[in-house]
């Protein structure tokens, strides 16, 4: 009997996990990930540990930003890995303005939000607001903030926010003083810029995929 109840115990813990092998969304660019983000990528975003297992230390600083208009507007791109409410791309967010991964404390709106309940698996694109005049104070620059981004099916991950001067101040206009070289490379740190290999990338993916 005690095997038979090991069994069962057995079963019953194997039938918890299912979910957490099928289930799988991230959103990109994300923290901790160089390259194209797999579904081994994803975190589990929880209270204790926002963005999942990740050395955000370490991370942070080798992490691609996402820059924010001067509005504070920015935009990201969910992919899931399977469909239906486990591979939801519907997520909320919370903003650690000091990218220590030790404060995250403010809610952020997103404002075009994926499917809930999506049918296929693909990318789509998020668009999320801060609260007005809430700045980006870490890393090394101090103007990056820590995003912990969860989704419908409790998965998830941590992205990191540039409020550089010419994403957020200029949408990309050369400052005066400002180097040609700086700001190429600035507008290369944007993916959506215009005419970049990522941005047509996206743009062909999302044609395929007839999200647009
Ligand atoms: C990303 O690449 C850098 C070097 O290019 C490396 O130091 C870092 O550990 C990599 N991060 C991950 C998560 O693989
Ligand atoms: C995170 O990375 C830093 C720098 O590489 C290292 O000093 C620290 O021990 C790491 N933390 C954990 C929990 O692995
Ligand atoms: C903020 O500015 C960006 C870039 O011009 C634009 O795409 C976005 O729609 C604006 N957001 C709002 C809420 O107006
Ligand atoms: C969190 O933010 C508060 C207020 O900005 C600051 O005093 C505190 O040092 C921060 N904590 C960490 C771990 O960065
Ligand atoms: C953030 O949103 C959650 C869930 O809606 C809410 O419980 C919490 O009070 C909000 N926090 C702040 C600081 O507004
Ligand atoms: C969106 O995600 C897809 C799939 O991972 C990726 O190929 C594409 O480059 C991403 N686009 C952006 C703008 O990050």
Redesign the pocket.
Known sequence: MPAVLQLVFTLVALVALLPVVHAHAIVTPALGVNGTAARSDVQRPSTKAPCGNVNITQELPLSAAIPVFANGTFFANITNFNGGKDGSRQV?A?LDPTATGSNF???VTVTQNGDLVPTTVGSQELALQLPAGQTCNGGPSSNLCLLSLKSAGGFGNCVVLSQTTASSKTCGAKKEGESSETQRRELQADPRAAGTRAALAFRTILRRRSVV
């Open positions: 909320t919370i404390t403010v809610n």
